[in-house]
Nanobody
Framework: QVQLVESGGGSVQAGGSLRLSCATFGATQCTYDMAWYRQAPGKEREFVSSIDTDGRRNYADSVKGRFTISQDYAKGTLYLQMNSLRPEDTAMYYC???????WGQGTQVTVSS
């Protein structure tokens, strides 16, 4: 079992930056192969970025070049550095353990124009 706790969300103006964190508590194997998703009001949850056990990263086209996913295994924490934020990035952001199929509770990101 694993518990995922996101933090770092907030309100920023367009062009600003935020860094999201996802702390993991529980089974170590659940910290491998993780991802970020987001869900805007009235829309389905969508993939943002992932990182696998070999450190390979994938990004949605909409965030490529602006967002960077990283992980500190010693701290058991997943990160998402978000730069050049746009109003369309406004959403609830969730981290996910793909291996253990677990989700965090989400952290809200609001970008104003």
């Amino acid at each position: 079992q694993v518990q995922l706790v996101e933090s770092g969300g907030g309100s920023v103006q367009a062009g600003g930056s935020l860094r999201l964190s996802c702390a993991t508590f529980g089974a170590t194997q659940c910290t491998y192969d993780m991802a970020w998703y987001r869900q805007a009001p009235g829309k389905e949850r969508e993939f943002v970025s992932s990182i696998d056990t070999d450190g390979r990263r994938n990004y949605a086209d909409s965030v490529k070049g602006r967002f960077t996913i990283s992980q500190d295994y010693a701290k058991g924490t997943l990160y998402l550095q978000m730069n050049s934020l746009r109003p369309e990035d406004t959403a609830m952001y969730y981290c996910k353990s793909n291996r253990c199929r677990a989700w965090g509770q989400g952290t809200q990101v609001t970008v104003s124009s």
